[in-house]
């Protein structure tokens, strides 16, 4: 495990499958090389790392949230649908609020 977790093999993985890094040392140090023959993934993903700093505090302690599950299942799902033209924005919204509460509610029973 330690050696899954090493930096030369998070960093090689994470530049392979242009992975948000989820190694700090690598965060912080701004020098990942993405590999693709796509010019924009370097610049997209160097602009998306160096705003992590900017997570709210609510948005770190989101991953750990009992209810994360059904909230990124619904956020995936319906976003996607909307993007597609299935949805309208505002229908995937409602969308989104009543999958999650059927979660809830389904884990109450």
Known sequence: ?????????MREFTER?????SNATLRAAGD??????????QAALAVFNGDVKNLTPEANRLPAWKWSAAYYTALVTRTGQAMAGELSLDEAFARMDSDIAEQVAQAGQ
Request: charged share 25%; proline share 12%.
């Open 32 to 41: 990942l090389k993405y590999r693709s023959d796509d010019p924009q993934v």
């Open 1 to 9: 495990m330690d050696y899954l977790a090493s930096e030369p093999v």
């Open 17 to 21: 499958t242009l992975f948000i890094p």
